[in-house]
């Protein structure tokens, strides 16, 4: 480290010694000139002025964690990992983290390294504590080092910590059916079979689902109208309702324990990702299916 605000001259030997590795550290102001000055150039590569910052990315987390009856569903992630990068010129040793809500939110720095060279990132992990209720949660992340004594004479205006936020959002998903309970009544056999009923599902939960053709050992389940339900949404079974070829194909799939298929199939109205995409697969593999030759399938068209 060189602290003088004019380059000294040196002799050549000397700026020869300096190895790739080695930084000479000199005031943020005077770099250029060092840089520049007359047999300093061929070492400007290793000049850096002083400064020191602490960054951390990203810079504002956010998770949303779906839960339904206080159990989390899905893959939702369940933690944010941020990095902390040393952006100094200079070492920095003795990161600590700090969170201001630590009524609701857990630190993991098992990982973290404790020192940083300049350049060099470690990281740790900021999670929602695992009974919080719906709502909206929000905590403000601080990182520190110990400041080195060469920043704390000479730049320690520009000591301050890294900042960032963390947003967890906790959402429903519900959903309900009406009525919530069938009364068939009795039936023997050889009497008319009892009257089919209509049972609407709604989404009143705070995300968009999508739902699994029931199935019934004893009785007939008619496919569902939709399978996909926006917030607020509903959807029949209802026994006098069109059967779609898509339906179809993902009650066939269902029966037969959903099996995975490697085959290529170019309908072009069977988006990928979709709730009847593997179904339409499978059957199509088995050569239950078929398109109608021009390229489509009709997943909407009724059977």
């Known amino acids: 480290m060189l602290l003088s605000k004019n380059p000294p001259t040196l002799g050549e030997d ?42 951390v990315t990203p810079p504002n987390g956010s998770l949303e964690i779906f839960r339904g009856g206080g159990t989390s569903t899905g ?33 993991d720095i098992a990982l973290m390294d404790a020192s940083l060279a300049p350049g060099e990132s470690t990281t740790f992990t900021v999670s929602p504590k695992a009974e919080l209720a719906q709502g909206s949660y929000q905590t403000n992340i601080t990182v520190t080092s110990d400041i080195p004594d060469v920043v704390a004479q000479y730049i320690p205006d520009q000591v301050a910590p890294a900042e960032a936020t963390m947003v967890c959002t906790v959402k429903t998903v519900g959903l309900t059916a009406t009525p919530a309970s069938l009364d068939f009544g009795s039936a023997y056999t050889g009497y ?67 099996p995975v298929v490697n085959y290529a199939m170019d309908f072009a109205d069977v988006e990928e990702g979709q709730w009847y995409t593997e179904a339409i697969r499978w059957a199509a593999s088995e050569g239950i299916v078929t398109g109608y030759g021009d390229g489509a399938f009709g997943t909407n068209d009724s059977i």
């Open 14 to 55: 000397a700026l020869l010694a300096v190895s790739q590795d080695f930084r000479i550290i000199v005031p943020e102001e005077n770099a250029e000139a060092y840089k520049t000055a007359e047999g300093w150039k061929d070492v400007a590569g290793s000049v850096h002025g002083l400064t020191y910052q602490l960054e």
């Open 75 to 107: 893959s939702n992630p369940t933690s944010v990992t941020f990095t902390v990068t040393n952006k100094s010129a200079v070492p920095l040793s003795g990161l600590k983290v700090s969170l201001d809500n630590a009524e609701n939110f857990t630190l």
């Open 192 to 258: 008319t079979q009892p009257e089919a009923k209509t049972v609407t599902v709604t989404n009143t939960g705070e995300q968009a689902v999508t739902l699994t053709q029931p199935a019934s050992r004893y009785y007939d389940v008619i496919t569902a109208g939709s399978l996909e339900l926006p917030v607020g949404g509903e959807t029949t079974f209802n026994p006098d309702g069109a059967t779609s070829r898509a339906m179809l194909a993902a009650i066939l799939w269902r029966l037969e324990g959903s």
